[in-house]
C-alpha cells in the first residue's frame, strides 16, 4: 500500500508538459445506446486553441458538419494536472438521416452545450475522454454521450 501511496503522489506532482495552445485534431464516437447510424463512426474534429493560464478558448470545425452547415462552434475550457474539461457551444442543433445527410433541426431556440472531460496521457502525446449533451426539442428532452481523443496538429 505504501508503494502504492508514494507512486500516486509522485505522478500527482509530476510537472506535465504540454503546449496546449494551437492546433488539436481529433475525433469522438457515439455511445452504443445512440441511434444505428452514429454508433461506428469516428467524426473528426479540428480544434484551434488560445490559451490563458489554465484557461483556454477557440473554435472547432467538424467533419460531421463542415460543407454541410455553416456553424461557428466556440469551444471554451480548463486544463489542470492533466485533467481537461470544455464544452462546445453549437448555435444550432444537427441531425443525420439514414443516408448520412446532415441537417439543421429547426425550432431548438437556445445553443446546444456539449460538455468534454478527460485526461492528458503524456506517454501517447493525447487526450482521452468522455462527452455529453442535453437539450430540449418539441418539450422533450434528448441526450447523447460518447468518447473522444485528440492530439496535437503536426500537420499544419
Known sequence: MQII???KKWLSSTPIEIELEGKWTGFYTYSLAS???LR???FRF???LMLNDDNFEGFVSEEIIGGEIEDQIVVYGKFVDQKIEFHKLFRYSYQLDEQGKVSK???ITSPVLTKYVGHYYQDMNKFIGQWTTRYEYENKEYSSSGMWEMEPNTHN
Open 5 to 7: 501511496n508514494t507512486l
Open 40 to 42: 461506428n463512426p469516428k
Open 35 to 37: 441511434p444505428k447510424l
Open 105 to 107: 433541426i429547426e425550432g
Open 46 to 48: 479540428d480544434m484551434e
